[in-house]
């Protein structure tokens, strides 16, 4: 599956570990294929040599320079990534908090304006429809979800969410992410303005927190947040100013527009799942190592989509975890690959490629809980080798999150 | 020395009986920094079509096709620490492997230069 012919430009694509879409979504695509839409920096990418793919039902950037120089230059400098194509949605009205809490495992409740959290879509047996970040915006909750899975998402939401509940997609604003050492420096050289008494500086803004800004007469929503381990911002702008913004920034020496090809390198060192490969609707938080998303009252009360199965999950253990694996020499692993530990099938890779910063392949598998602790000596199937693999634990390369 | 062009973008330089293989450098160039290639044993034999080769990208393992049939008599040892000469030098330093030809008339179903640039503006 993973293998595909030097056949022209489309074989990097249909076969890309970072697409998102699902086997069943290819093969629909090849009976029936639906053009690619247009996103608002489309032309900017094409002027700046990107090559276009399409991913997530969007023509995107895979790459301009090249995978590894792109990912180098985020982790020593800043990228500029485009991901407009991720849903953008807004959930408001009386008692928002208490309608989300019943379809996502986090203490909403808690969460204080200007502050951000990392949660989970779940649906009824606790599996993973989507993985998610909320904002609360002071008025509304602020809702960041996979480009693939937004329409669904939409769906989930508008079915489950009760009536007196708002839910608009934001779909005439686009998000940049600006990642790296130095985004902030490059951020602030903007001169952006808090749009409220009170609220921080861009720089003092901590991970995981989230403030508006003018940038002149432009509004911007910016979260100190992202998807490569590194500090940095993304960056909610109207459609129609989404253009000039990633100019400005472009227009500072350490940045770069970056592709999703590195994006993708990027978020696997940093141990980060992607939805529709590491995370399906068959996987759970507890076995897919995310817990944490999971807060104390939540699990001490419940009463969330999946609840009663998440929180077996979570007293009885799962039979498989989510783990990372080290692959000694240059041959990397992919999606799809067996585990192994001895003649024993005790797992399968969900993504894997060559790390750039480590210079040696990594993976993330789930395998059999008892083969999940790290410095477990496993091997992986590729091409009927078995490559040596060690379990490690994640992230692979440190998370240099602004605290 | 003649070489000839495939349609999925290898190259195979022909001088006597033995045929040097590599990828193009339009085909280096779709597939992006390359990282590993795993390369046929020696002295295994290869039929025109045949996958004795992958070149493994960031992004994704590639098969390449054997342009000819015949017996694998060499490889490219160089690229086993540095794969990415196919990225920097795709049509020479960074060749693959060299086959024996089985038959040279399988040659007849391969492009030249002017037909495979031809080919490629096409895509």
Not at chain 1, 193 to 207: D, H
Not at chain 1, 262 to 285: I, K, M, N, Q, V
Not at chain 2, 73 to 85: G, M, Q, R, T
């Amino acid at each position: 599956m993973n293998r595909v012919p030097i056949l022209c430009g489309a074989l990097a694509v249909s076969h890309d570990p970072a697409s998102h879409e699902s086997a069943l979504e290819e093969a629909n695509d090849n009976l029936d294929p639906p053009e690619p839409e247009i996103l608002p920096l489309d032309a900017w990418h094409r002027a700046r040599g990107a090559r276009m793919v399409p991913f997530a039902g969007y023509w995107m950037p895979v790459q301009y320079d090249g995978i590894i120089a792109e990912h180098l230059w985020t982790r020593e400098q800043a990228g500029l990534f485009d991901v407009s194509h991720m849903g953008q949605l807004a959930v408001s009205g009386d008692g928002a908090a208490a309608a989300l809490e019943a379809l996502l495992p986090g203490d909403i409740s808690a969460l204080k304006p200007g502050r951000q959290r990392y949660s989970l879509l779940l649906d009824e047996t606790g599996g993973i429809l989507d993985d998610l970040m909320v904002t609360n915006r002071g008025d509304y909750f602020y809702v960041v979800v996979n480009g693939a899975t937004k329409w669904d998402d939409i769906a989930h939401l508008r079915e489950h969410l009760p009536d007196e509940i708002t839910l608009n997609h934001l779909d005439e604003h686009g998000l940049l992410a600006l990642q790296g050492p130095k985004a902030a420096a490059a951020l602030a050289a903007l001169g952006l303005v808090p749009a409220f008494p009170g609220m921080p500086e861009v720089t003092a803004l901590k991970f995981m927190q989230a403030a508006a800004y003018h940038w002149g007469d432009v509004p911007l929503g910016v979260s100190r947040s992202g998807y490569t381990g590194e500090d940095g911002y993304e960056i909610s702008v109207r459609a129609a100013d989404i253009a000039a913004l990633a100019d400005a920034l472009c227009a500072q020496p350490q940045v770069r527009p970056i592709g999703l090809g590195a994006r993708d390198s990027l978020r696997l060192e940093a141990g980060l799942p992607l939805y529709g490969h590491d995370l399906t609707p068959e996987t759970d938080p507890v076995s897919a190592g995310l817990a944490f998303a999971i807060s104390k009252r939540r699990r001490a009360e419940g009463g969330f989509m999946g609840s009663e199965a998440v929180l077996a999950a979570l007293a009885s253990g799962t039979p498989t975890l989510r783990i990372g694996l080290a692959l000694e020499g240059r041959q990397a692993a992919r999606e799809g690959a067996l585990v192994y530990a001895g003649a024993q099938e005790v797992g399968r890779v969900t993504s894997g490629g060559f790390s750039p910063s480590l210079n040696h392949p990594i993976a993330m598998a789930f395998v059999t809980a008892a083969h999940a602790a790290d410095g477990t000596a496993l091997e992986i199937d590729v091409r009927g080798k078995r490559l040596p693999a060690r379990v490690v634990p994640m992230p692979f390369v440190p998370h240099r999150y602004f605290r | 020395m003649t070489t000839y062009y495939t349609k999925d973008h290898e190259w195979i330089a022909v001088d006597g009986n033995t045929g040097t293989v590599g990828i193009t450098d339009y085909a280096q160039s779709q597939l992006g920094d390359i990282t590993f290639v795993e390369l046929p044993p020696e002295g295994s034999a290869v039929k025109q079509g045949d996958a004795p080769c992958v070149v493994d990208s960031v992004k994704a393992a590639s098969d390449v096709y054997a342009p000819v049939s015949g017996t694998v008599s060499d490889v490219n040892d160089a690229l086993a620490d540095a794969p990415e000469l196919v990225n920097t030098d795709a049509e020479s330093g960074g060749w693959l492997f060299r086959v024996t030809l089985a038959d040279a008339g399988e040659l007849g179903a391969l492009m030249d230069r002017a037909a495979y640039d031809d080919y490629v503006k096409g895509l």
